[in-house]
């Protein structure tokens, strides 16, 4: 494993949802309080920003060429060459003080996605798939702040986390459905944030206030943490053409003014080469 390397010191407040692009050789991701869509091309570093309609948790590639973004009240999908907004379908306008989270596409194309009240006081997050066809369907309620999901490599196991409760939960899952809600297992260090999966079916989480990222066995043993520079690690994805470079995100939300001098690289992206490479990042289906 390498050190871990700054490159893109953006300093963002809340810097989320890091995804790998094979077809774009980018990394897309976002910073929900700064209301920016972010693209980082891996070869030449460039570097890219959009404005979003609002608090955004996630941005995900669809097989259009286009992005998913969970925007508070709904899904918009993103055209990266207009740079336009659309929206898809509206979501929890009845619950208008959540705002959404993270999200995952699962090998069929869906989307499943999380929300969470805004204030990170009530547990009135909710866990959520959707297709085209479907629409947005319920599968979860009562969190307190949801992140993930992501599923094992043979997609029979579904995790996902209530990240104040410092939990990581499993689930069995088929054709889209999920049962046997459980206890995966709970931090000990920082609050476990996004979710990603590598391609032994060990699932690394990244640490709001943990300074690292943790890596769990798929029997729930800690095998493990990457030592970051930061606190706020808030979510790893796996990248490049051998998937063995995690791309992290990073935050600064909630910290005091001595604790941003002390961390002077906290919101910016990150990288870190692995031994162990992640699995081929799914396509929405539109």
């Known amino acids: 494993m390498s050190q871990v390397e700054l490159i893109w010191d953006l300093k963002a407040e809340l810097g989320e949802g890091p995804v790998w692009s094979a077809r774009d050789r980018c990394v897309w991701f976002v910073d929900i309080k700064g209301r920016k869509l ?3 091309g891996v070869d030449d570093g460039s570097k890219a920003s959009w ?7 996630f941005a995900l590639p669809a097989e259009d060429g286009s992005l998913v973004c969970g925007v ?3 899904l918009y999908r ?3 060459v207009s740079g336009e907004f659309n929206l898809l379908t509206a979501v929890e306008i009845d619950r208008p003080q959540n705002r959404l989270n993270d999200g995952y596409v699962a090998p069929d194309g869906s989307l499943w996605f999380g929300s969470m009240d805004d204030s990170e006081r009530d547990k009135t997050g909710a866990l959520y798939r959707w297709t085209p066809d479907s629409g947005v369907v319920l599968k ?5 702040v949801t992140n993930g999901p992501v599923l094992s490599p043979d997609s029979t196991t579904l995790y996902h986390h209530d990240t104040l409760e410092k939990t990581v939960e499993a689930f069995d899952h088929a054709d889209g459905n999920i049962s046997n809600r459980r206890v995966f297992a709970v931090m000990d260090e920082g609050y476990c944030d996004g979710p990603s999966m590598d391609s032994a079916g060990v699932l690394t989480i990244g640490l709001f206030g943990g300074w690292g990222v943790a890596r769990y066995a798929p029997d729930g043993r800690k095998l493990g943490k990457i030592e970051f520079p930061v606190s706020a690690v808030t979510k790893a994805a796996f990248g490049d053409d051998d ?9 600064w939300l909630h910290q005091t003014p001595d604790q941003r001098e002390g961390q002077p690289l906290a919101g910016g992206l990150f990288k870190v080469r692995v031994d162990t490479p992640g699995q ?7």
Not at 51 to 57: I, K, L, R, V
Not at 140 to 144: E, K, L, R, T, V
């Open 38 to 40: 972010h693209r980082y």
């Open 51 to 57: 404005d979003t309609p609002d608090q955004s948790g």
């Open 72 to 74: 508070r009240g709904g």
């Open 78 to 80: 993103f055209d990266p």
């Open 140 to 144: 979860g309620d009562g969190y307190g």
């Open 243 to 251: 998937l063995r470079t995690l791309y992290c995100t990073t935050a």
């Open 280 to 286: 081929p990042q799914s396509l929405i289906k539109l």
